[in-house]
């Protein structure tokens, strides 16, 4: 019997550390709820001061500090907050009669089709791009990647959103939309070519940093005794390559490209607003001048929580494609070592 | 017992090792010519920056070197003085951020394990939101103010250079001269001063080059989505989103501007990694 219990808590290691890590997330989400309703404080004046701005006299003023519960304590305002946002009802816009959740419904969906269809090519890219670097380290390929991933890293995304648009559709050639026409009401799928730009922006602004993280990674790995002894069994430098660095040197980048995908998430925004794309980030840009906050927080909360989602994720993922620490886990539960793997943070 | 560099000497053999590299001396030279172009550029500019010279959009002439702008005013004009803010801004939320973290970082490697993982627990909790997205929730609270942006740019730099800083502040806490420091009894502040900070330098230089490019892009973005400087302001971000809509007619209002960003910050990013290719060289000498 006790043997048993014991095998299913070997076999059971990687559950409960994966168990544990979304345990640990949860007062996180919970601290990142209490900072962004703060913002609402830091306001001058009160929300109802916003909502009116000029048209605000004393009996409206106090009719809608009502509606939106402003007399309440602070505690009692954060917790029916906080309790709405969980169920992703962040209540009404300041300006119109719609609620934030519909504005947003869409909006969210276009935003990660974008990421989406960033992220799906610009993660191959960079581990073939880095991969082939370390095989051809100092050669031709390796010394032109560096230089071209390094300058790329160095811009920022505004700046390859506008290049982008003066080289493919304005001014060099007119190939591609500069801006998104896609109607509302539907979702970007409808109309591809407003997806090529954006797309191509987000993933020249990714793939620097995930390539050379894997370059440096793969070079490590192929500089290891196991890849010597590999070699000297006589394996094809194919095999060896594909078959034996690869995967081990994989590991240690999935946290980076965690950190990237949550990196899209706020890059996205301004990446949106120079095309006119229909997603969160148009909005958020929108709603910030109009000083829309309950817009503004919602998706400033969303983004956060998705950056707590994929870095749990990414933990178990680098459990999960490193052997040593997998069965390191079956021992016992000790987290230190993935942490401190844990870099590369733009 | 671990032979010690002198920190002094190290250091000027670790700027000798990064100029010695080509990359270097082209970004050294880049970032040199911007600055240059940046603060002296007003001097050299034949309008001021909020005067009408020609009809919108007018295309490059005798007496206008880059054409109008969508306003009407001298493109080239606008552009040597449109350097300063950002620059200037950049470098105020660089050296706010970098140093915050850089207090940070030592602190917690210091301090003792419950107080190092409370803070460092904290600081995970702020590296959630992406820098511009904390940005902007700050720019809706309060409203557009340059200062603001400039100290908000800093704050979201601070927790990220935090735990660079305490993760090699960690590493020299562990080497045998900072135990004898503590074994003999001297004041946590004074080796925080004499023996942390100057054996965490390259990755503080590193951090502060990387945080440069990375304000640059902040700073600029926010003026160019229109919620940092305001018109008529002459600024390379807001200069680009005003002359975005007519990009295909007198492209220059958008073309000078976006490369002296783009240069500046390439520049800045040359030197930043040849540095740390050196400082990595002269650690894996130390340890053979």
Known sequence: MMSKIRDFFNQGGLLLFALGRILAGIPIIIALTVLVFMATQALPGDAAVSYLANTATPERLAAIREQLNLDDPLWVQYFSWASDALRLDFGMTLTGETSVSAILGERIQNTLILMASSGIIAIPLSIVIGTYAAVRRGKIFDNVSSLVTLVLASLPEFVVAIFVVFLLATNIFQIFPAISFVEPGTLAWADPMSLVLPSLTLILAVTPYVSRIMRGSMIEVMESEYIQMARLKGLSERT?????????A????????????????????????????????????????????????????????????LNILADIGTILSTPRLRTKHARKNDTSDVFAAMDGDQ | MEKKMKPKSQFRTLVAL?????????????????????????FFAPYTFDEFVDVPNAPRSDTLMLGADYFGRDVYSRFLSGGRSIIGLSFIST??????????????????????GLIMRANDILLAFPQIVFVLLVVSGFGTSVFLIAVTVGFTHAPRTA??????????????????????????????ISELLPNVTSPLLVEFGLRMTYSIGLVAAVSFLGLGLQPPAADWGLMINENRGSLTVQPWGVLAPIAAIALFTIGVNFITDSFAKAAIGIDRKGKE
């Open chain 1, 250 to 309: 994989i590991a240690p980048t999935i946290q980076v490209i965690a950190l990237q995908l949550a990196w899209l998430a706020g890059g996205v925004v301004v990446v949106e607003a120079v095309f006119a794309y229909p997603g969160i980030g148009t909005v958020m840009i929108d709603s910030v001048k109009a000083r829309d906050l309950p817009i503004v927080q919602a998706i400033t909360l969303m983004i956060a929580a998705l950056y707590v989602v």
């Open chain 2, 163 to 192: 735990r660079i800083i305490r993760a090699a502040a960690a590493e020299v806490m562990e080497r045998d001269f900072i135990k004898a420091a503590i074994a003999v009894g001297e004041k946590r502040q004074r080796i925080i």
């Open chain 2, 18 to 42: 990064t100029f010695k590299q080509g990359y270097a001396r082209l970004g050294g030279a880049i970032v040199l010519g911007i600055l240059f172009l940046a603060i002296f550029g007003p």
């Open chain 2, 95 to 116: 050296v706010l951020g970098v140093g915050l973290g850089l207090l940070i970082g030592l602190f917690a490697a210091s301090a003792k394990k419950r107080t190092d």
């Open chain 1, 240 to 248: 060896v390559i594909l078959r034996h660095a690869l995967p081990n």
